[in-house]
């Protein structure tokens, strides 16, 4: 089991196993589960998240926190809707840095998140999840082709599809730890998080 210490207030250190992650958000539905979408009289899903925030406002008290997360620590991640990571790694507010985007990949613009929390913020471990079943492994650069066919111009970024989940969890630790930019690459490591069971499975960068 993977544990991770949870900010409970000074002095007062806990241990969270992972656990299995579920969905929580609730917003009006089509026929076969679709979102619906708005008309003259419907509410649109972001009509839904803003009034929930306005519920969420009422009881908020500010917890006198600043912008250095407590753990010191920094987690980069797919952006994938199974992926809940407060939950899932025993994290509460203001305990980390989290990153995310398609695959979890380790691009120019992770390397310049991570470069402002660590010598800005105070970071120093930085944990890499990457996890099944992902939307890049169905993906190739013929992805950024098809879009210049569309719309008449070349996407400046790359796919970074994969087909080796543990292979490319071991990229992205070697792009951090040779990056000249970061100032602490002792404390990486990289995981695979299990859709299915909820479970981190970690990488050996080796």
């Keep these: ?11 007062r250190g806990v241990t969270s196993t992972v656990i299995l992650m ?3 958000a ?4 089509g026929p076969e589960g679709a979102i619906a ?5 419907e509410n649109t899903v972001i009509d839904h998240l803003v009034e929930a925030n306005e519920q969420y406002a009422a009881a908020f008290t500010d917890p006198g926190m600043d912008a250095r997360p407590v753990l010191q620590v920094a987690v980069v991640a797919c952006m994938d809707a ?3 990571l407060h939950a899932a790694l025993g994290l509460e507010l203001g305990d980390c840095h989290t990153i995310r985007n398609a695959g979890g990949a380790v691009t120019d613009d992770v390397i310049r998140s991570l470069t402002i929390s660590q010598r800005a913020l105070g970071t120093r471990s930085v944990i890499l999840i990457h996890h099944t079943g992902c939307g890049l492994e169905s993906l190739t650069e013929d992805f950024r082709q098809e ?3 569309e719309v008449g111009q070349r ?3 790359s796919v970074e599809a994969f087909r080796d989940v543990d292979q490319d969890v071991r990229q992205s630790m070697q792009r951090v730890r040779t990056n000249p930019f970061l100032l602490h690459t002792n404390d990486v490591r990289g995981f695979v998080f299990d859709v299915k ?3 981190l499975r970690e990488i050996d960068p080796a």
């Design 82 to 84: 199974r992926l809940d």
């Design 26 to 29: 609730s917003v009006p539905t």
């Design 37 to 41: 979408t708005k008309n003259a009289t």
């Design 197 to 199: 069971s909820g479970l």
């Design 155 to 157: 996407p400046a970024w």
């Design 1 to 11: 089991m993977f544990f991770v210490p949870s900010h409970k207030g000074p002095g």
């Design 147 to 149: 879009l210049e066919a």
């Design 22 to 24: 579920t969905t929580s």
